[in-house]
C-alpha cells in the first residue's frame, strides 16, 4: 500500500537538471535556486539534546545551517560560527532557530585564524555558561582541472580551512568538554574515494576522516565521543559558487536516487551522533551518505 507521507516526501526534492547558475565565493544561500532544504519538515524532534550547547562552525548555510536548526528542534542551544560576509545567511538561520523556540547566536570569523577560534569559544561560554556539541564543518573548495592550476596559496588555504580550523577548534573546545559529550566532524565522500579536480579538498577530508578516528580513540577515556558524516553531493553554496553554470545543471545527478541531497536529509546523522540516547556505543564511525551509492563500504 502506497504511504502518502513517504511519496510526498520523495516528490518534493528538487531533481536534475538543476536551473543553471553561478554564485561568487563563498554562496550566499538566499541567491541559490531552488532554495536548499533545511527546515526537516518530515523530522520529528523528541528533545534529545534538551540542555545541551552546541557549537557548529560554518553554521550560516548549507548543512551547517540544516544542523543548527535540528538541534535546536531537539532542545540544543546554538553558536554558528560564519565569516563576516555570510552575515546575511547568518541572519537567516538564526530566524530559523528562533522559529523553533531555540537559543542561538552569531559568532563572525575566519577558522584558520587560531585567536578567533579561542575567542568563539569563550563567547559561547560566557552566553550560554557550556558546551557539549562541537561541529566542525567549515570548508572550502575551489576545482582545479590540473594540478599545474593549484597554486600553492589555494593548496595553504584549503589546508588552513579543512584541517587546522577543524583542529583548532577542538583544541581549544576539548578542555570544557565532560564526559558525555560529543564532537561531529564533516568529512565528504572524497576523502574516501578521492577527486581528481579536487586535489586538496580530498586530501583534507581524507585527514578529517583520520583525524576523527584519531581522536575518538584519544578522547573516549574522558567519556568525549568522536565521529564523522561524510555525505556525497549537497545542495548547498559551497558547490554552485565554484563551479560552472552547466556544471551546476547536473550536479548530483550521479546517484541512485538521480539528485544531490538537500541538507535536511543529511543534519539527522548530526543529531543521531550527539545523542547519548541514540549513540552512546558509536566512538570514530564515519557515515556515509550516498543517495543509495554502495561505494566506500
Same mark, same amino acid.
Given at each position: 500500500m502506497s504511504d502518502p507521507i513517504r511519496d510526498e516526501q520523495q516528490r518534493r526534492y528538487p531533481e536534475n537538471p538543476l536551473p543553471p547558475q553561478e554564485l561568487t565565493k563563498p554562496g550566499d544561500e538566499s541567491a541559490l535556486? $531552488?532554495?536548499p532544504h533545511y527546515h526537516g519538515e518530515f523530522y520529528r524532534a523528541a528533545d534529545k539534546l534538551r540542555g545541551k550547547v552546541a557549537l557548529i562552525t560554518g553554521g550560516d548555510s548549507g548543512i551547517g545551517r540544516a544542523v543548527a536548526v535540528h538541534f535546536a528542534r531537539e532542545g540544543a542551544k546554538v553558536a554558528i560560527v560564519h565569516l563576516p560576509q555570510e552575515k546575511d545567511d547568518a541572519q537567516e538561520t538564526l530566524a530559523a532557530v528562533r522559529e523553533y523556540g531555540g537559543e542561538a547566536i552569531a559568532i563572525a570569523g575566519d577558522v584558520t585564524d587560531f585567536g578567533f577560534c579561542k575567542q568563539a569559544v569563550e563567547q =559561547?561560554?560566557?552566553h550560554f555558561g557550556d558546551l557539549n556539541i562541537l561541529v566542525n564543518n567549515a570548508a572550502y573548495q575551489?576545482?582545479?582541472?590540473? =594540478?599545474?592550476e593549484l597554486s600553492l596559496e589555494q593548496w595553504d588555504h584549503t589546508l588552513r580551512t579543512n =584541517?587546522?580550523?577543524y583542529f583548532y577548534m577542538v583544541k581549544v573546545a576539548v578542555p570544557h568538554l565532560?564526559?558525555?559529550d560529543t564532537i561531529i566532524n564533516t568529512g565528504s565522500i572524497t576523502g574516501l574515494e578521492g577527486s581528481a579536480r579536487l586535489l586538496d579538498y580530498s586530501a583534507t577530508k581524507g585527514a578529517i576522516h583520520a583525524f576523527t578516528k584519531s581522536l575518538a580513540s584519544n578522547l573516549i577515556k574522558r567519556g568525549i565521543r568522536v565521529n564523522c558524516v561524510a555525505p556525497g553531493p549537497v545542495w548547498t553554496p559551497l558547490n554552485p559558487a565554484e563551479r560552472s553554470a552547466e556544471e551546476v545543471a547536473h550536479f548530483g545527478e550521479g546517484t541512485p536516487l538521480g539528485r544531490p541531497a538537500q541538507p535536511e536529509e543529511i543534519? $539527522?546523522?548530526y543529531v543521531y551522533f550527539a545523542s547519548n540516547a541514540d549513540s552512546s556505543f558509536v566512538n570514530g564511525e564515519v557515515?556515509?551518505?550516498l543517495g543509495g551509492s554502495p561505494r566506500a563500504g
Open positions: 535556486k $531552488p532554495r =559561547v561560554l560566557e575551489q576545482h582545479r582541472d590540473e =594540478v599545474k =584541517v587546522y580550523g565532560k564526559a558525555g543534519a $539527522p546523522a557515515l556515509t551518505l
